[in-house]
């Protein structure tokens, strides 16, 4: 056994602490080298344009039935309180403070961070990553920083489409399938949700969508074996990132709820 | 005048499997060095640990007074553009033409104007015979001219350091005699320390003033070309003669019971895969295409090979002296002693502390770890 191998920690479990670790080193650098100059303009506005085009549609088509699917459980639920006036204020909040936030974020990883994680692979394994090392051209900052400020940017922009979409889709299927009454509907809006909802999505959709780059970023970096790898690297990037997201929106929904006191109480 | 790189007990393992133990040795400035081995022994890990791509276990890479091994990561940056690097199979940027590929460096690290930077890229895709190539994309060009395009935009910013992770592996012999010439013309003009990792015996004859090889995780010997070229270690020979009999083997070690097998085999009359000649010995160095000026680091390799050329086995010594023309063996002060050949003496390299010893004198015995 040689010191080099004996410095390793080797626990069960020791393994997923390193990986860990690495990838919050991974982030770590990443934001640091947001600030670091040349910013590469390009790289970030051709990743913006490429996220948002695998990403756009995918999510316009998912916000309609998310919307329609809490319209309607909510719309049956809130019937049987016998609170129909609120059907609009309880699905303004349902979107915009969870559900446009988490599909934007699948869509970002599953769309954007996949591609991403493919695209970043496959220059590992054919070493260009390594060549641009070598040029003296640190590849964080050329070619993750932008992929990650890109997904972020995409992120927080579709937050707003799945938003407004989502209760478009509500309205509609309230008033339309459900027979609700528009007005009630629409001036319940404020009732309930308040502007600080709208804050902690935007937040929320920008966390992930970093989270989504640098995941993907980094599972591209660490190929295990060959193309084979870059396969199996994107699987568990996108499998990865969904276990993040939806513990990062526990906790950053737990602290919202405690931090922010709901309207009226 | 190039950088001097001077490593000392470089160490690296993939977990407990160790690729090299204890490998010292300095690339003389200006020098041109080759590095051989069989294939697995860790000589693109060696090149990948010298620019900081792997982090070696123990050890320090020491180029113009910055350590690779422990300096920061902003320095490591720094220090990495005195480098030019060839990749194995070229390593471009895909999703960019040649021309772009060639011109990244320059656009990323001067504040060239666009012309100026054409006029760059196209000179040294012309030097590498790429001229007309230059709008085509990586995956479209043979592995041949991806190669040579890897080496026109390693060159791009007349790097100090010139590292070649073999150059000649899916070249035609021609075509790696004229990169080998490239290499020394090269050499010649921008005075370039270069390293050439490779398994090209006819390229290690001809092109290094320096050459080392790595067997057995260990570095057997690096010094003068003459040292490694007329020596009598039974690896050396196998090696540079390409045959199965040494102890080589098909997958890096090979046990005694299979060396007597062999040998009984050869003692039978089968062919041993070997040429009729031993390849051993000092062959004429390739010098700069005519018109180019003196290659300075061959000069000062000169003087500094003469200095310690008491130091050196015997074989080598000859080697040496008969290279030399009248004028310099006049200059020196020495004299040629034709002794019987090279394949008559026994190494003695353990006294050849300087520049050509044995890192570990015990690296044969050293199978069972």
């Known amino acids: 056994m040689t010191p080099g191998a004996a410095k390793q920690a080797d626990f069960p479990g020791a393994g997923a602490l390193r990986e860990t670790g690495r990838l919050c080193a991974l982030g770590l650098d990443v934001l640091v080298s947001i600030f670091r100059r040349p910013f590469q303009t390009r790289e970030f506005i051709q990743q913006c344009w490429f996220i948002a085009s695998v990403t756009i549609l995918p999510t316009a088509l998912v916000a309609i039935p998310f919307g329609a699917v809490i319209a309607l459980q909510l719309g049956t639920l809130i019937v049987q309180l016998g609170a129909q006036s609120f059907t609009g204020a309880a699905s303004v909040l349902a979107i915009i403070q969870q559900a446009a936030p988490l599909v934007t974020a699948l869509l970002v990883a599953g769309a954007g961070g996949s591609a991403i994680c493919a695209d970043i692979g496959s220059r590992t394994i054919r070493e260009e990553i390594d060549a641009m090392a070598v040029l003296g051209v640190s590849p964080v900052q050329r070619l993750i920083v932008p992929r990650v400020l890109a997904a972020m940017l995409v992120a927080v922009l579709l937050n707003g489409l799945v938003s407004v979409v989502g209760v478009m889709g509500g309205y509609f299927f309230t008033v339309v399938l459900q027979g609700g009454t528009p007005g009630a509907y629409l001036s319940s809006f404020s009732a309930l949700a308040q502007l600080p909802d709208l804050w902690v999505s935007e937040l929320k959709a920008l966390v992930f969508g970093f989270i989504a780059g640098v995941v993907a970023a980094y599972r591209g970096l660490h190929p295990k074996g060959g193309p084979k790898g870059v396969g199996d690297a994107v699987n568990q990037a996108v499998v990865i990132t969904f276990l993040l997201l939806f513990f990062v929106n526990f906790v950053l929904t737990a602290v919202y709820l405690q931090a922010v006191p709901a309207k009226g109480s | ?369």
């Open chain 2, 1 to 369: 005048m190039g950088a001097e790189v001077v490593i000392e007990g470089l160490t690296k393992s993939f977990g407990n499997q160790a690729i090299w133990r204890d490998v010292t040795l300095s690339l003389p400035p200006g020098e041109v060095s080759v590095m051989l081995g069989p294939s697995g022994t860790g000589k693109s890990v060696f090149l990948k640990s010298m620019i900081g791509l792997l982090k070696p276990d123990r050890g320090s890479c020491v180029v113009n007074g910055v350590d690779i091994v422990t300096c920061s990561e902003a320095k490591l940056y720094e220090t990495r553009k005195l480098f030019g690097v060839l990749f194995q199979d070229g390593a471009l940027f895909g999703s960019m033409d040649l021309y772009d590929n060639v011109a990244f460096p320059l656009r990323e690290h001067t504040k060239k104007s666009e012309t100026e930077i054409k006029r760059i890229v196209l000179e040294k895709l012309e030097l590498t015979g790429l001229q007309g190539a230059e709008h085509k994309l990586p995956g479209e060009i043979s592995g041949g001219m991806r190669k040579r395009a890897g080496l026109a935009r390693a060159l791009v910013l007349d790097p100090e350091i010139i590292l070649c992770d073999e150059p000649d592996s899916g070249l035609d012999p021609v075509r790696t005699a004229y990169l080998s010439q490239l290499l020394i013309d090269l050499n010649a003009q921008i005075d370039a320390t270069i390293l050439i990792v490779t398994h090209n015996i006819n390229l290690a004859r001809t092109v290094p003033d320096n050459l080392g090889m790595l067997f057995r995780k260990e570095l057997v010997m690096f010094g003068p070309r003459e040292v490694l070229l007329t020596s009598d270690e039974p690896v050396v020979e196998q090696f540079l003669n390409g045959r199965r009999i040494g102890p080589i083997g098909m997958s890096e070690e090979k046990d005694a019971a299979q060396m007597a097998a062999e040998q009984a085999h050869v003692d039978a009359g089968h062919h041993d895969g070997s040429g009729a000649e031993d390849l051993r010995g000092v062959v004429p160095q390739i010098e700069p295409t005519p018109g180019l000026p003196e290659r300075q680091g061959a000069r000062r390799r000169k003087d500094r090979v003469m200095q310690i050329l008491h130091t050196l086995p015997e074989a080598a010594r000859e080697g040496i002296i008969d290279s030399l023309t009248d004028a310099e063996r006049a200059r020196y002060n020495v004299r040629s002693h034709r002794r019987p050949p090279a394949a008559s003496f026994r190494g003695s390299l353990h006294e050849t502390q300087e520049i050509a010893r044995l890192p570990r004198q015990d690296w044969r015995g050293a199978s069972g770890r």
